[in-house]
Every structure is written in structure tokens, then in C-alpha cells.
């Protein structure tokens, strides 16, 4: 007899459609699987037998033969246990073959016949529902195919669960709790005026940060600020992000839906595989985590050069593809990039409080370690002081997150009225340069003089064009005007040192 059932497999983020096929017939007993299994889907064969047996069904004691099918993908993970079950109870007549074939299976089996959850159900779900079959998976992941809004779903704790519940499946209730719990507040952060304001600008425009100062100005509580500035994900976006995490295995299984802003603050020893995804299996990194939200690199110069190449590919595309001999797999990753740095090894260069220890070859030698290519793509680098204590004690509060986010939000609607929706005055190309940030003659003056007397590259005029375009977005203007370009040419400390 033979039988088939559906699956998935999960490429990159994608979940593609695998048949599996069950052949039982006569011959000598045995258990064949072909179809490029991986790891744990080698060793499917031990599972099945406990499980269904654990479940009171009979192992068939003829020849088996397991087909996974299209045979050139490669098929990882343990989720193939329960459509293997399936396929196998079809082919021995034990459950209809007309019953089984609605249905897309998705699951790891216990030996005691137990479903176990699994990662990866979001974007099977996903394709469950484009492809009109129904989801059969594990409990504790009904919460997580929910999400896929409108697709009949049977979650069962054991194999014998799922057998009788064929044909009882219904659409889950997506839990919509989002948790109250708000991020840290701009306003505790006391004067950094410069850096608040440079934070406010990346999250208008989607320009990437640098902070530059000493131990202790800061730079990290200002960093962790930057999430709360950015506009609330939309659904979209929320779902993209949580196809990742899902992948990944991150999701909260309760409450699964990713709805806030990622931010993401990898340590500077992170492998590339870490950081920008890799690894076998492949996995999405640090950098896919952060999709939709930020990449907070802290200690930049700590990075391993190489390491911090490899961002330059996803800050241009805004995903990152990974080739191997056997596979090819691209991972979503559009982040905003905030990094903070010491301006040296010692951290006191230009200190007011401390002498800096360091010769002006360990200077260079620090800087250096930070490519022009990467520096090329960091729109704004911004000095962040330290406080001296009695600004910390006497200053008024300042704004809070809040009133802040109200001009980025506005100041984005007019960008996507410009540019088109989601997208910012940091991603703009030439061409949109051109047309949208044309000076009159007296800015242009003013700019042109500027990019004279500080030796501009072209790369840092139109750096610093984009950043006025925002600075004037922020202030409700078409146009951009002189205090703009001011404001703009004071974000840039690596134009302005020259080593
Ligand atoms: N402007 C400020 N307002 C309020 N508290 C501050 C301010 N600056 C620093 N602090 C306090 O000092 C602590 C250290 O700041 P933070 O870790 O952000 O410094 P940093 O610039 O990242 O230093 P490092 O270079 O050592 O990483 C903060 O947790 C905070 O309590
Ligand atoms: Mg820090
Ligand atoms: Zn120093």
C-alpha cells in the first residue's frame, strides 16, 4: 500500500511544501528512508516505531520504504516524525488515505507517542494556509500557527490525540496580548541634548548611529533608548520578524507574536555565523534578529574586522544571503545599526576628566580598525561627552520618549509621502537624492563651501544632504534650509578627524 501525506521543509525562512510517501509491502521486514535526510530525520525510524507503539498502534513488520519528496532539497529537524507517522498509518490502512491528504503535518514525536513542539511552525502555518491544506501540530505550538489568522488548526499532545482528531480541526484564537511593559525612557537620560537629538534624527530618517565617547557618558543607556523612538511595527513587519524568531526558536510560546521593535546587542566575540547567520544547519544571525528594529554594536573597535565587513552586504540589501555547495538560503535583515565606541583604547582622548594614556600611533592604530567602507555607511557619528556631576543633579528633565517619538512619526509620513511606504531618506539613491534634496542658491553656497574647507568626500556630501533632508522632516519643511545643513554638518567626527 502506499500513501502520502504533506509536510514542509524550512529554506531560509520559507517553508516549502515535502511530500511524504509511505510504501509498505511484502518482503523482507525493514525501514528504508530516502529523499536527503539530515540528522535527527535519519534517526526517525527508532521514534516511530516507540511512538506508534506507545500510541497502540502496530508497527507494520513489512518492508518500509520512506520517500521524502523533492529529493533534492535537504530535509532537517525532527518535525518530519509526525507526517511520517501519518504517512505510515495511511499506507497500513489505519487511517483513510482520503482523511490525511487536507491536511499539512508538522511535528517531532517522544517515544511515548508525546508531540513535542517544534521551531519553524510560523512560516509552515504560513504556507499551510496559501496552500489550503489544514495545520496538524504539536499543542504547544497552536498559539504560533494562529498567528497565520484563519487557517483550521489541530494541535494534539500525543499521536493518538491527532488520530482520533481528524477532521475536528478549527481556527485558533490569536492571542492579542500585548504586554504594557514599555522600554527605558528618554527622559531619564540627563542633557546629551547632541546625542538625544542624533538619536531623534536616526529614527526619523533610518540613519544608522555612531556614538563616540568616554567610559561611562552614556553611550549604552542612550543606545537602548533608540527602540522606543521608532514607529510601532505594522502587521506586516510584525510578522516578518517573528517568521525569524520562530525559525530560531525564540518565540515566547504563550504570547508568540513579535510586536515590538527588536533591538539586538550581540557581544563584540560573536562568530560571523553568530552575527550574520550561518552554521550547519544554517541559522539566521544577530543581524536577522534585529530585522525591523536595531543592531546595537557596542565596543565597536572590539569587533574583528573581518567580522564587521560582512554587515556591509545587509546594510546595502537589507537581507543576507548565505551560499553553500547544496544550498543557498537568504535571511531578511534591514536593522538601523548603532554602534558606541571609546575615542581610544584607554577611553579618555579629549577628556576633560582623565588623561588619555595612550600614544597617538595607539590612537590611529584604534581608529583604524574601523573600515572607511562601514564608516561610509554610518549617516550620523556623534561625540557623546561625559556628564559632569552637577549637570547630572541640576538639570531639568528633559523630553520624554513619547514627545519625541510624535515628531519621528510625523516626520516619516512625509518621507513615505516622497519616497513610498516603510522607506526613509537613508535609503534613498542618487537619483531620489537629486530630486528631493535640491538646494536653492544660497544653501547651496553654504554647502559647497563647507565641503571645500573640510576636504568632503562625495560619499560624506551626500551623507550629510540625506541628514539635512531629515533635520528639515523633523521641522515640517519642503525645503531644506541653511540651519538644516548647519545642524548636519555637526554630525560627523570621523569626516572632521583626520588620521
Ligand atoms: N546622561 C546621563 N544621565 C543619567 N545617567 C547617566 C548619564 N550618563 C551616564 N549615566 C549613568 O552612568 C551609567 C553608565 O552609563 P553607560 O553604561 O551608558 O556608559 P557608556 O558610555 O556606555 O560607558 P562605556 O564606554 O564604559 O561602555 C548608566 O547606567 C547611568 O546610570
Ligand atoms: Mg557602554
Ligand atoms: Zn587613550
Redesign the pocket.
Known sequence: MLAKVYSAAIIGVEAHLIEVEVDISQGLPGFTLVGLPQGAVKESKERLRAALKNAGFPFPTQKITVNLAPADLKKEGSAFDLPMAFALLAAAGIVPQEKVKRYLFFGELSLDGRLKPVSGVLPVALKAKREKLSLVCPAENVPEAALARDLPVLGASHLAEAVTGLGHEKVPAVSSVKSEEKGPDLA?????EQAKRALEIAAAGGHNLL?I???????????RRLPGLLPPLNHQEALETSQIYSVVGLLNRENPLVWQRPFRAPHHSISDAGLIGGGNPPRPGEISLAHNGVLFL??LPEFRRNTLETLREPLEAGEITIARAQLTVTYPARFLLLC???PCRC?YFGSKQRVCQCTPQEVRRYRHKLSGPLLDRIDLQVE?P??DYD??SLQRPGETTAQVRERVLAARKRQEKRLGSGRTNAQMGTKELKQFCSLKAKERALLDKAARKLNLSARAYYRLLKIARTIADLAGEEDIHAPHLLEALQYRVFDRLTW
Open positions: 531619564e537620560v540627563v542633557g546629551q556614538f565617547g568616554p567610559p561611562g557618558a552614556g553611550k549604552t543607556m542612550l543606545a557596542d565596543e558606541a565606541m571609546n577611553g557623546v561625559a556628564v549637570d547630572l
